[in-house]
C-alpha cells in the first residue's frame, strides 16, 4: 500500500494518518519528521536543508525529494508507505512520480479528505491549550475541565487559521486535477467520527 494523504488543516488528516499506517504495518512519512532526522543525525542533506531553514528559505524541492528516495530505501518501508502532506505541488507530485517509477512502486492512491471550510475554521478556532498539560481541547467537541488553565494559541486564531486554508487550497488548487486524471485520486468525506471517515478510506482504497 502506497499512499499520499491531502487535506487542508483542522481535517482530521493527522489522525487517520496514524490510523492508516498502523492498519497496514506502514511508516508514515512527513517531510517534518524527515528534516528533524536529517538535522539530529547531521546528514549532508541536514546540514544543507538547515542552510536554507535558518535563512528563511523554503527548503527546495529537490533536496525534499532526495530525503524521501533515502526514507523510501529504509526497510520499514519495503511493503508500503503513506505519505502525510507531500506532495502539495504539481511539480513535486511530478518528482515523486518519477523517484517512484525508477523504483518501480508506483502509488496505489492519492486520498483527499474533503471537510466544508467553515467546519475547518470552526474546529480549529475553538481549540484550546491547557498551559498546564499541554493537552488540547475543543470547546465544542471535546470540552476541558472546569480547573484547566486553556490558552488560545496563535495558530489557532480565525484570521490565522483563514490565512493557513487560503495557502492550502492554492497551493494544492492544480495538485488534485493531477492526481485525478492519472486515476490515484479518491476524495473522502471529513465530516463524521474518527472511525466513520476511517471506514470510508478503506472503502475507498478497496474501489
Known amino acids: 500500500m502506497r499512499l499520499v494523504l491531502l ?4 481535517s482530521g488528516k493527522g489522525t ?3 490510523g492508516l499506517a498502523e492498519a497496514h504495518g506502514i511508516p508514515k512519512i512527513s517531510t517534518g519528521d524527515m528534516l528533524r532526522a536529517h538535522k539530529a543525525q547531521g546528514t549532508e542533506l541536514g546540514r544543507r536543508a538547515a542552510e536554507y ?3 528563511g528559505k523554503l527548503v527546495p524541492d529537490e533536496l525534499v525529494i532526495a530525503m524521501v528516495d533515502e526514507r523510501l530505501g529504509q ?3 519495503a511493503t508500503g508507505f503513506l505519505l502525510d502532506g507531500f506532495p502539495r505541488t504539481v511539480p513535486q507530485a511530478e518528482a515523486l512520480a518519477a523517484l517512484l517509477e525508477r523504483r518501480g512502486t508506483p502509488l ?3 486520498l483527499q ?3 466544508p471550510r467553515e467546519l ?3 474546529r480549529a478556532t475553538l481549540r484550546r491549550t491547557d498551559k498546564r498539560t499541554g493537552r488540547i481541547y475543543h470547546l465544542k467537541y471535546s470540552p476541558p475541565p472546569p480547573d484547566a488553565e486553556l490558552e488560545h494559541r496563535a495558530d489557532d486564531q480565525e484570521a490565522t487559521v483563514v490565512r493557513r486554508l487560503d495557502e492550502y487550497d492554492a497551493l494544492t ?3 488534485l486535477p493531477y492526481y485525478q486524471a492519472k486515476g490515484l485520486l479518491r476524495r473522502v468525506e471529513g465530516v463524521g467520527s474518527p472511525a466513520e471517515i476511517a471506514e470510508r478510506i478503506r472503502s475507498a482504497i478497496a474501489g
Open 7 to 10: 487535506g487542508p488543516p483542522a
Open 16 to 18: 487517520q494518518a496514524v
Open 53 to 55: 531553514m535558518s535563512a
Open 75 to 77: 526497510p520499514d518501508a
Open 108 to 110: 496505489t492512491a492519492a
Open 113 to 115: 479528505i474533503d471537510v
Open 120 to 122: 475547518l475554521v470552526e
Open 173 to 175: 488548487a492544480a495538485l
